[in-house]
């Protein structure tokens, strides 16, 4: 089960406990469905907790939909699930950045470059999304603005600077920039493979609970570019669970200074914050998510733990 789903466990209302059976057995659609009839069933009999994650659930299901289907390009059905996932999480830049694939695969620049100046306006280093920035209006042969924004991919993550990268570059001082777009179209799906291979695999050991494994894999990726802020808060993760905490909390200390507005790495910093002992630090965290996302289930539920306690 998700670590949100371990921390505040079944038993909220019996559609509820379906979505999540579905949702951890991946059957999204299913899922959406059994949220929306314990939202229902929580306007006739007033729960909160169950309101806030059953609506956090359903946007976790839209945004599994709309991976799946960027993977089989259907990209329509892409932005729609992350258009409805965005209705309710606005501020994951994320999936700002995947809507915004999917809106270029569909001849949409404008819209996709909207949603990536909310993407870059969450996170400010976000360098797949000043790349794919770059990618549009070099196919708008606004060549200057494309520039400056592959410029900025590059300083944020120099993996970007492979050997198509350089042929694209050699492509566009000599002006064949039919050629250079079709190189740098591959950039962004080729340029930082290693990097998510340690990450998934590293992700794919936690799921298994072999946390010594997945903190390798974790460095390994973070050795190649450290300047990953989900990679950070994984890797804190992980050593949480090995009883690690100091080192816990000083990675998801990194990854939340790399970007202030990242709501996990917000939330998980709180969440061992308080396991060390520090409640009025970690509270301030959970008041952070809760500014970002005034209807986070998990901070609002500690924030009421940790009032409750102060009283």
Known sequence: MSLLGKMLGFGRSSD????????????YEEAIEA???????STKRPDPLTQRLATFYTAESY????????KTSHWERA???FSSALDIHPHYADLHFHLACSLYKQQKPDMALASLAHATAINARYARAYMLKGQIHYSQANYETALASLALAL???????????QRFQQAHETEQYTEAQQLLDTVLH????????????????????????SVEEYHRALSINPHYPDIRCHLGLALRQ???????ISELRQAVDANPRYIDGLLYLGIALEEAGSGLEASQFFTQVLELDPDHPAAREHIQRYNQRAA
């Open 79 to 81: 932005a729609q699930c």
């Open 16 to 27: 509820y406990d379906t979505g999540i059976r579905l949702f951890d057995q991946g059957q």
């Open 35 to 41: 949220f929306a009839r314990a939202l229902q069933m």
């Open 242 to 248: 090995l009883g690690r905490l100091p080192e816990a």
């Open 155 to 165: 300083e944020y993550e120099p993996g970007f600077k492979t050997e198509v990268w």
């Open 190 to 213: 080729t340029d930082i493979e290693d990097i998510q291979y340690h990450f998934k695999l590293g992700d794919d050991f936690y799921k298994r609970e072999l946390f010594a494994e």
């Open 63 to 70: 945004t599994h939909l709309g991976h799946e289907a960027l």
